[in-house]
């Protein structure tokens, strides 16, 4: 039942995200921030199954090749879940670092992923550095929010 919950609050995020802050030039990149406190506050299996579920989720609203996104936000969600056993990431500073490094090395995964299937053109590089950039600032913020929604979401009332 709590992975009916986890595909309606991805749907729901996807839907903000492409639909409301689209609109804007840079915006944070909900997804990520969502990938990063699955990675933190889950279990390393949880965390695993959530990542390529997001990278899914990455890949339906991005212009990037299918793939890239699955493959991109797995391989980063899993390097977190297992960091997370060795780093404690539970205080702000290090949830923004992680939002932060999270950003990049996704964006440069999916940079070189496109760039296997076609020639990327434009600036993506920039924008993936800033968007990284808002999304760590933004993300220790939603933190709360998503630990209370996903505790009513819970069975136990303790899901994260």
């Known amino acids: 039942m709590r992975w009916i919950r986890f595909a309606i609050l991805i749907i729901f995020i996807m839907l903000i995200q492409d639909g409301l802050l689209s609109k804007l030039r840079i915006h ?13 506050h889950g279990t390393i299996s949880d965390a695993i199954i ?14 990037t090749p299918v793939g890239a996104g699955i493959i991109s936000f797995g391989l980063v969600g899993t390097g977190l879940a297992y960091l997370q056993q060795t780093i404690s990431l539970r205080k702000t500073p290090f949830q923004a670092i992680a939002i932060f490094v999270a950003g990049v090395l996704c964006a440069i995964l999916i940079l070189f992923l496109s760039y296997l299937k076609t020639p990327v053109a434009g ?12 999304s760590a600032v933004a993300g220790p913020f939603l933190f709360p929010p998503m630990k209370w929604l996903m505790s009513l979401f819970s069975e136990n009332r303790r899901f994260y």
Do not use: K
């Not at 600036?123 to 808002?134: A, C, E, G, K, P």
């Open 28 to 40: 944070p990149d909900l997804l990520l921030i969502m990938l990063v406190f699955f990675a933190v």
């Open 123 to 134: 600036d993506f590089f920039r924008l993936f550095v800033y968007s990284s950039l808002y």
């Open 50 to 63: 959530t990542s390529f579920a997001i990278g899914l989720a990455s890949d339906l609203i991005a212009s």
